[in-house]
Structure formats: C-alpha cells, structure tokens
C-alpha cells in the first residue's frame, strides 16, 4: 500500500509540474464545477424522466445513481477517511476550494461513470460516447486539480459502472416482470 500511496502523489506532481497551464486550469475549474453534488447527472436524468423515449434511461441512471450515492458518499468515504492529496503531499497545490469529505473514492469520477454505464448500455453508442468524453473529463479535473488520487478516481469509475450497470439490470428485471403480468392479465381475460 505504501507504494500505491507514494505512486498516486508522484503521479499528481508529475501533473502539476507537466501539464498545468492557466487556460487549462480554467477548462478543469468549469469541468469539476459539472460534477459537484452530481447536479449535471441529476438534471440529465430528469430530462431523461420527462420524455417517454428516453424515461427507462432516466429510471436507471437514477437507481444507479442512488445506489451509487450509497456506496460513495454514505458507506466507503466515512469507512475508508482518507485524507485528501493537497494535504499529505508535499508541495501539491489544490487549485480549487478544498473539499471537506473524505477523498476515497472520487464521488465525481462514480457518479459520472453511473451516466456512461447507463447511456451507453441504453441508448446508442453515439450518446454513450458523449457521456464517456464528459465523464472522463470530469474525472481528469479531479487530479488535475489535485484533490483527488489516481487511485480514488479509478476506483469511483468502477464504482460507477458497478453501479450504472446494476440500475440498468434492475429496470430491465422490472420491466420483464410487468410484461409478464400484462401478458397472464390478459390471458385471463381472455379466458372469460
């Protein structure tokens, strides 16, 4: 673990002294702002709940993202506390505010990934692709900005196709069991 500890701070001091440069630090400021309390995935989901075409996509990007929100920020942050990057790695700048929750694991880089695992097993790939591109940029910022490990973002990415993943199976296993009522329904009335 030590090794992965000292892996992850090199990492975002190799980014800070290699690719920071101020108009980037302006597009990752505005990128990060996207992700927090997961307001952009909320409001695609409720764009999505409002339209029957896409209203099945919204319902599992929002399962998975309760059952995600669960899993991050309720469970594993206050399990595992670990102290964000800026303040036990030497010479490391935090380019924004500084978060007060726990760092592991990066609840913008799950709650993103909730929407890529959802959108791209749901709707085609031409959506699914937009939301990787965001989704991934969402997490870049966190270690661009220095507030998050590699290791934290790594592990809210899976986190968050676990979770996407498991709102689509549900939504697919309610929508089989409805079907199959419609369809006993309407052999028993057609019965009478």
């Known amino acids: 673990m030590e090794q992965l500890f000292e892996l992850d701070g090199s990492i975002l001091l190799w980014i800070q002294e290699n690719l920071r440069t101020d108009l980037m630090t302006v597009i990752m400021k505005a990128v990060t702002r996207l992700g927090d309390r997961g307001l952009f995935w909320i409001t695609v989901t409720v764009l999505f709940l409002l339209f029957k075409s896409t209203r099945k996509t919204g319902l599992a990007l929002f399962i998975g993202l309760v059952i995600n929100a669960l899993i991050v920020n309720v469970w594993l942050k206050n399990m595992v506390g670990r102290i964000r990057p800026y303040e036990v790695v030497g010479g490391l700048k935090c380019l924004i505010p500084e978060p ?5 694991p990066s609840g913008h880089a799950s709650h993103a990934f909730v929407a890529v695992a959802v959108i791209w097993i749901m709707m085609s790939k031409k959506y699914g692709i937009i939301a990787l591109v965001i989704s991934a940029l969402m997490a870049w910022s966190r270690l661009y900005l220095g ?14 196709i676990v979770a996407g993943v498991l709102g689509v199976i549900i939504v697919k296993a309610v929508e089989k069991r409805m079907s199959g009522n419609k369809a006993v329904m309407s052999k028993q009335l057609d019965d009478n």
Not at 100 to 104: M, T
């Open 100 to 104: 007060v929750d726990p760092s592991f």
């Open 147 to 160: 507030v998050h490990y590699p290791s934290d973002v790594i592990a809210g990415i899976l986190i968050g």
